[in-house]
């Protein structure tokens, strides 16, 4: 099974600020990676596909890179309703979450 | 637009079974992936399994194989997933997820004596 390991697990950051959260899989996945936040008792919400594609309807502050093993999601500006926890997932074998990223102020 | 509906909360008693229910409406039930993720209360996001209608096929992840069984009615539009054998780890809120991008309101199954 593909492991996804992310960093930090949690941060605290203002809004404006540059957020970046990191995932790695433990073997290559091309570019079969995906982000999601989540907000609390709602379903999860698709941000990036395919490493760096963003999905319709999300904002620009948004974006992903990376491609292997190494990843990032990276919000430019913070804004009050980026407050939610984000997932990277792989979709190159079946499918697999890293464990969460809670943005918190 | 597509949306997934699923059934209502269920309060099942250990050792017994439940099925979620996953209806499709505005897309055929045949085109994407029909997957199954799962969150128990304050943890992450942990995949169950899947169904790929290219080849026919049902991918379960293998922590669930041998109690979980996930099944599609294309003439109503329904996708199911049976879990038996509850036990209270199972507590928690059941997802269908269509293709990356499209996913159910969740389920809550709570499994508790």
């Known amino acids: 099974d593909i492991q996804m390991t992310q960093s930090p697990s949690s941060l605290s950051a203002s809004v404006g600020d540059r957020v970046t959260i990191t995932c790695r899989a433990s073997?290559?996945?091309?570019?079969?990676l995906n982000w999601y936040q989540q907000k609390p008792g709602k379903a999860p919400k698709l941000l990036i596909f395919?490493?760096?594609s963003l999905q319709s309807g999300v904002p620009s502050r948004f974006s992903g890179s990376g491609s292997g093993t190494d990843f990032t999601l990276t919000i430019s500006s913070l804004q009050p309703e980026d407050f939610a926890t984000y997932y990277c997932?792989?979709?190159?074998?079946?499918?697999?979450f890293g464990q969460g990223t809670k943005v918190e102020i | 637009q597509v949306q997934l509906v699923q059934s209502g909360a269920e309060v099942k008693k250990p050792g017994a079974s439940v099925k979620v229910s996953c209806k499709v409406s505005?897309?055929?039930?045949?085109?994407?992936?029909m997957h199954w993720v799962r969150q128990a209360p304050g943890k992450g996001l942990e995949w169950m399994g899947s169904?790929?209608?290219?080849?026919?096929?049902?991918i379960y992840a293998q922590k669930f194989q041998g109690r979980v069984t996930m099944t599609e009615d294309t003439s109503t539009h329904t996708a199911y997933m049976e879990l038996s054998s509850l036990r209270s780890e199972d507590t928690a809120v059941y997802y269908c997820?269509?293709?990356?991008?499209?996913w159910g309101q969740g389920t809550t199954v709570t499994v508790s004596s």
């Open positions: 997820a269509y293709g990356l991008d499209v």
């Open positions: 505005g897309y055929t039930l045949t085109e994407l992936s």
């Open positions: 169904f790929d209608p290219e080849d026919g096929e049902t």
């Open positions: 073997q290559s996945i091309s570019t079969y």
């Open positions: 395919a490493a760096s």
């Open positions: 997932q792989q979709s190159y074998i079946t499918w697999t």
